[in-house]
C-alpha cells in the first residue's frame, strides 16, 4: 500500500512539473504553446467590435496571415489571398463596417 501511494505522489509530481514545463515553453515572439498568439486569443474572446479592432491594431506590425484568416473566421467573414497588408486592411475595414451595424442596434 505504500508503495503505491509513493508511485502515486511520483507521478502527480512528474504530472506537475510537466504543466510547469508547458507553462513555461511560451516563446519570446508571444506564441503560446499552441502556436497562437495571445492577442489573437484575445481577439477571439473580444465582446465587441470596438475591442476587436484595438488588438487588430496592436498586432499590426507583426500579423501573418495566418492570424488574419484566424479572425477573419471567428468573425464569419472570408479575406481573399494577397498581400498581407492589404488583408490586414480588409479584415480592419469589415471590423469598422459591423462595428457601424453593432453600435445603431
Known sequence: TETKQTEANQIETT???????????????GESV????????????????EQRLRILSGLHHRI??????????????????GDTEDRYE??????????RFESNR
Request: include cysteine; hydrophobic fraction near 40%; proline fraction near 2%.
Open 15 to 29: 504530472q506537475t512539473e510537466i504543466n510547469e514545463t508547458e507553462i513555461e515553453q511560451i516563446s519570446e515572439d
Open 34 to 49: 499552441e502556436g497562437i498568439d495571445p492577442l489573437v486569443m484575445e481577439f477571439l474572446g473580444a465582446d465587441t467590435y
Open 64 to 81: 501573418t496571415d495566418h492570424m488574419i484568416t484566424t479572425m477573419a473566421v471567428s468573425i464569419d467573414v472570408e479575406i481573399m489571398d
Open 90 to 99: 480588409e479584415l480592419r475595414r469589415c471590423l469598422l463596417t459591423m462595428k
